[in-house]
């Protein structure tokens, strides 16, 4: 096989079409892959193929995300969050900045026009451990560093938010909506600021976090327990599921309406759960795991209107229900040409598509990483 070919075959998607600069196209195709590959010595050659443009992107279709510089090791696709405009994805373990240092990729929905940024404190590993979004700026979580940051969506205006006294790996998990930062700690702190860094507010204990414009939940997975709360801090509601699950709270996502909390099961052979409730943690419903296996559901939750997205990372398939738990359909993001990877451990949606992180994807080498966008529909 040539070496033209065999980039092709690298490249080609499991819809028996080719992505390239996320611009879908069949067998029968033009491509300049000058530039894509620049690492290679391939960088300047072209493959000529004779036909068609390339056909305009499909909604009910599968695009793969990678970044232009990617390379094994990378862990792209490890965090992700966007705000219907723009994406959001980290590359925590990029070398760009340093070995490990890490770095997050602002683009449009598709992954084109990507910005990099790197920390300008580069002392520890990690920067793009979690991320979070709003209409005009970002939040990166760095791991151990001591700091979270702040960015414009252009990669400007980079602002540190430093850690509370006694605060071990803060920015495990952070999010953001248009006046408010949440963080959570790997140790179980989570805390509330104003998107400057001031005014500083301590919460009940938790890992996992997730905002709308006025409540804030905090998922605390060694209690088993969310709280959601006022901007002011203020405690609205205790959430405690009906039914005895581990690590109820592992991760959590709000709406205006309602709240989603995974309650994955490690042990093998035991599925996982997830619930549904009212804002005010009323009229709980119960997910189980359509397969009833051993398939890690519930470890990455979503959800975004009448619709909730459930990862059962072990199993590759993230599961798509109704707001009542009515099942939608599942849908599969393992690939051949791939083993031994999880997907799922970045999970978010709006109201097209659904965005999940597979930070062990092999396209580019071990651990390079991956960002999976499906439609809903």
Not at 20 to 30: E, P, S, W
Not at 47 to 65: G, W
Not at 135 to 149: A, D, L, M, Q
Not at 353 to 368: L, M, Q, T
Request: overall charge negative; proline content about 3%.
């Amino acid at each position: 096989m040539s070496a033209e070919l065999a980039v092709l075959n690298k490249i080609k998607n499991n819809l028996g079409m080719y992505c390239v600069d996320n611009k879908l196209f069949d067998d029968t195709i033009m491509l300049d892959i000058s530039g894509i590959f620049p690492a290679t010595d391939l960088s300047t050659r072209k493959i000529v193929l004779n036909l068609p443009a390339p056909k305009e992107f499909d909604a009910s279709t599968r695009i793969k995300i990678f970044s232009s510089d990617i390379v094994a090791g990378d862990n792209y696709g490890f965090a992700t969050a966007n705000n219907g405009v723009t994406l959001i994805t980290s590359s925590m373990t990029n070398n760009a900045a340093g070995t490990d240092v890490g770095a997050i990729y602002l683009s449009d929905l598709m992954g084109n026009n990507a910005i990099k940024v790197t920390p300008s404190i580069t002392n520890t590993q990690n920067f793009g451990l979690s991320v979070g979004i709003n209409s005009n700026k970002c939040v990166v979580g760095y791991f151990n560093n001591g700091y979270i940051f702040t960015y414009n969506l252009d990669g400007t205006n980079e602002t540190l938010i430093q850690a509370p006294p006694g605060t071990s790996y803060f920015g495990w998990k952070v999010e953001m909506n248009e006046t408010k930062i949440a963080v959570c700690s790997n140790t179980g702190q989570a805390y509330l600021y104003d998107l400057d860094g001031s005014n500083g507010i301590a919460l009940n204990s938790g890992k996992a976090v997730s905002m709308t414009q006025d409540k804030v939940i905090i998922g605390d997975q060694n209690n088993g327990t969310a709280y959601i709360y006022n901007l002011d801090g203020t405690l609205l509601t205790t959430v405690t599921p009906s039914i005895s699950v581990p690590s109820f709270g592992v991760d959590v996502d709000i709406s205006d309406t309602h709240i989603i909390v995974g309650a994955v099961n490690t042990q093998t052979g035991n599925p996982g759960t997830a619930f549904i409730y009212n804002i005010d943690g009323t009229n709980e419903v119960i997910l189980n795991s359509p397969l009833n296996n051993y398939d890690l559901f519930g470890n990455a939750v979503a959800i975004y209107k009448n619709q909730v997205c459930v990862s059962a990372a072990a199993e590759d398939n993230i599961h798509l229900f109704n707001i009542d738990g009515s099942y939608i359909k599942a849908i599969n993001t393992y690939e051949d040409n791939n083993s031994a990877y999880i997907t799922g451990q970045a999970l978010t949606m709006d109201d097209k598509y659904i965005f999940v992180g597979d930070s062990n994807d092999e396209d580019f080498g071990p651990r390079a990483g991956a960002l999976y966008r499906y439609s809903k529909i």
